[in-house]
């Protein structure tokens, strides 16, 4: 076959809306500079699963976004982040759960795709950490640290999730931020990572969507990677319902307006970034905001400036 265009859509989180422009702005940057990024190792040929991996660590670096370095501090004071990977060439899944003191969980995520056992929690996910001598990093920041404080003189009063990204002066509910990336190749494969420290504030063991096939899912038709309310997307089973809707012949396009339509429907408060093999760029929301950007080979675009409510979008190559 001969190769095509590759695409790439990323997402940052989803939530209620970024008060400050200055704010937007640099989440802004952040997101066009790593979506370039993991599309130009596309258009050098590489597969998928590494550009996904590839736009995975570069948003767990960045600490703006609650995904390894910058993650949310749970209920106890702890960073327990959790991360999936989905190949949709092959249709394997593979993923962490509450992980600690590493960089990039994605990593992790990315090694379990051949074994055996491809899912692994906390312990686990530990050990396996320890036998790939993966150095020890700690994800904490002054920011985070100061949040979790500022919550913890409060007698943890807010609402365990809030708003996306980084919070506006005296703004606390800054909890959400997760990370996306979903790839067609130029080989016209689809892959999906979703990395995450979780909603923030949650009990010890809370587990999170981003590491079940209801928060990243693949195959070789569409893949999908969900941010927003964990319980939210696990109710909904968001990315396999999308999957399997396109799969059972619906475009990607209505796979999207009947999933957010339901999800309005039961109150969910989410959002989603897929790609169908066709090169269909997708996106949706009931959140206020979805912090994605995608490049479609001729335009970089993102979803920042959209309307809150319920919206979903797709771009035709
Ligand atoms: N879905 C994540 C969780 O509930 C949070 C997020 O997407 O920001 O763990």
């Excluded at 640099?26 to 370039?36: G, K, P, T, Y």
């Excluded at 999308?242 to 339901?262: N, Y």
């Excluded at 269909?280 to 993102?302: N, Q, V």
Aim: proline share 4%; with cysteine.
């Amino acid at each position: 076959m001969a190769p095509s265009l590759p695409k790439v859509i990323i997402h940052g989180g989803a939530g209620t809306a970024l008060h400050d422009q200055g704010g937007l702005g640099a989440v802004r940057a952040d997101l066009h500079r790593i979506v370039e990024q993991v599309y130009q190792r596309a258009q050098d040929g590489a597969p998928a699963v590494e550009c996904v991996v590839l736009g995975c660590q570069l948003l767990e670096d960045t600490p703006r976004f609650n995904a390894g370095h910058g993650s949310v501090l749970q209920s106890d004071g702890q960073v327990r982040m959790s991360a999936a990977l989905m190949d949709g060439a092959t249709q394997r899944f593979s993923g962490v759960i509450n992980v600690s003191r590493v960089q990039h969980p994605i990593d992790l995520a990315t090694f379990l795709q051949p074994a055996a056992d491809r899912v692994l929690s906390d312990l686990g996910a530990m050990e396996l950490a320890r036998e790939l001598a993966i150095p020890l990093f700690d994800p904490v920041t002054d920011l985070r640290l100061r949040e979790w404080m500022q919550e913890r003189a409060n007698h943890f009063q807010s609402p365990m999730a809030g708003v996306v990204a980084e919070p506006t002066p005296g703004d606390t509910n800054a909890r959400r931020g997760t990370i996306g990336v979903v790839v067609l190749d130029t080989a016209g494969q689809l892959a999906a990572g979703t990395s995450t420290g979780g909603k923030g504030l949650e009990r010890i063991g809370r587990v999170s969507d981003s590491a079940m096939p209801a928060g990243n899912y693949a195959n070789g038709l569409a893949a999908i990677s969900c941010t927003g309310i964990g319980e939210d997307i696990i109710d909904e089973c968001l990315a396999a319902r999308i999957v399997v809707r396109v799969t059972d012949g619906m475009s990607i396009e209505a796979a999207f307006v009947k999933s957010f339509a339901e999800a309005t429907a039961n109150q969910r408060d989410f959002g989603a970034i897929g790609l169908s093999h066709l090169g269909e760029i997708a996106w949706g929301k009931t959140s206020d905001m979805l912090l994605a950007a995608y490049h479609t080979g001729s335009t970089l675009g993102d979803t920042l400036d959209l309307p809150a409510g319920t919206q979903t979008g797709v771009i035709s190559p």
